[in-house]
């Protein structure tokens, strides 16, 4: 029997390519480290825009299908073997942007009932224990409603699983600091003309993006900025990532600059330090509480 690793973080998301686009050297860096990096995805996405030409046909279900195919290969390239669709593949469909008649759909995700989809991710929270949950703000990072579901949905689990005797010590929004922000969107600018995208994308358009000051840890993933690169690239339907790996685009084909240090905030739970490099900092992983708390 292997043993089981001590520290263990779980990232929940919205659709297929949203966790190498926002973790994807976070998730590098912890399984090459030996951390325990579970992934739960909560709908594959069916209704997302296809970059490809000689894919486009590929709609619904089909979709879908090649969507999870394009997930385990960014999980490959992650090198993270736990990656699971909440309530099992298919069980939430994609809802759609926002305002779409797509959100109506009885079984898309945006309708599901938050305690009901939170029960299926309290399983996974207390088969894997994990010390750091990772998730979006309440806004879904930008408004989508799968992804405002995801956040809804992740942190009632938090609740639930800690009445049900794990409460999670730490958890964390996926962040962008504005200046961070700024100064990639300024070197995006002057580097556009050498770019397979005509314009580029604003600040506005990135997930998350927040005061500097809202920001408690930064993941360092530079080491890892080719592995989350090629995770994006296997998500190729939906991403198209430049040569060198600096920028990529959606299907909207507006140049965003692509971060290999990912930021955090931290909204429970106890910081390891004024400005954390590490989301386990400050964890006792024996006891999976906080070092102040164990005696
Ligand atoms: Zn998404």
Redesign the pocket.
């Known amino acids: 029997m292997t043993e089981e690793p001590s520290r263990r973080l779980l990232l929940v998301?919205?659709?297929p390519?949203?966790e190498s686009i926002n973790n994807g050297a976070t998730m590098a860096a912890y399984a090459a480290g030996g951390a325990r990096v579970t992934l739960v995805t909560c709908t594959l996405?069916e209704r997302g825009e296809v970059i490809p030409p000689e894919l486009q046909h590929l709609a619904g279900p089909a979709l879908g299908a090649y969507r999870q195919r394009e997930l385990a290969a960014a999980m490959e390239a992650l090198g993270v073997e736990d990656f699971r669709l909440l309530g099992g593949p298919g069980r939430y469909s994609d809802s759609g942007m926002m305002g779409l008649p797509d959100n109506d759909d009885p079984g898309c995700f945006w309708q599901a009932d938050v305690d009901e989809a939170a029960r299926y991710l309290v399983e996974v929270i207390l088969e894997v224990r994990p010390q750091v949950l990772v998730t979006y703000d309440e806004n879904g990072g930008y408004g989508?409603p799968?992804?405002i579901q995801a956040h809804r949905v992740a942190m009632r689990a938090a609740d639930l699983a800690a009445e049900a005797g794990w409460p999670i010590p730490k958890v964390y929004w996926n962040r962008v600091p504005r200046s961070v922000a700024e100064d990639a969107f300024a070197r995006l600018a002057e580097n556009l003309p050498a770019l397979p995208f005509s314009k580029a994308a604003v600040v506005d358009d990135v997930p998350g993006v927040v005061a500097d000051e809202r920001i408690t840890a930064t993941i360092d993933g530079t080491a890892y900025a080719a592995a989350k690169a090629a995770a994006m690239r296997a998500h190729a339907t939906q991403i198209e990532v430049a040569e060198g790996g600096g920028s990529f685009a959606l299907s909207n084909e507006l140049a965003q600059p692509l971060f290999s240090t990912e930021y955090y905030e931290l909204v429970r739970g106890q910081a390891g330090g004024p400005r954390e490099t590490d989301l386990f900092a400050g964890l006792n992983p024996d006891a999976g509480t906080t070092a102040g708390e164990a005696s």
Do not use: I, R, T, Y
């Open positions: 998301h919205a659709h390519d949203d996405g989508h799968d992804h």
